[in-house]
Nanobody, 121 residues
Framework: QVQLVESGGGLVQPGGSLRLSCAAS????????MGWYRQAPGKQRGLVAG???????KYADSVKGRFIISRDNAKNTVYLQMNSLRPEDTAVYYC???????????????WGQGTQVTVSS
């Protein structure tokens, strides 16, 4: 059983910063890509940032230059440093991992439970 557990969300003023963490645990043979998605009320869930096993990153245009994704492979953890936050960044943020639980199993997408980020004065 693979679990992704997020932490670090909360309320922050515009221009502030937050750091999200997501730790993967359980039966893990290999972790390939990891990423962060977000979903605001009435909107579809969309990619915020992703990072592959080699450290290559990609970002949504709306967060480029403000957010930084990183990962610690030894800890099976991915981070999202969010700077210069704006009210439009308000959403539930979900961690995603493309994980292979066992050597003989398949690679699947796993999701965390989500963490609320609210940017408001």
């Amino acid at each position: 059983q693979v679990q992704l557990v997020e932490s670090g969300g909360g309320l922050v003023q515009p221009g502030g910063s937050l750091r999200l963490s997501c730790a993967a645990s359980g039966s893990i043979f290999g972790i390939y890509a990891m990423g962060w998605y977000r979903q605001a009320p009435g909107k579809q869930r969309g990619l915020v940032a992703g990072i592959n096993s080699g450290g290559r990153t990609k970002y949504a245009d709306s967060v480029k230059g403000r957010f930084i994704i990183s990962r610690d492979n030894a800890k099976n953890t991915v981070y999202l440093q969010m700077n210069s936050l704006r009210p439009e960044d308000t959403a539930v943020y979900y961690c995603n991992g493309r994980i292979r639980p066992t050597a003989w199993g398949t690679t699947d997408d796993y999701w965390g439970q989500g963490t609320q980020v609210t940017v408001s004065s």
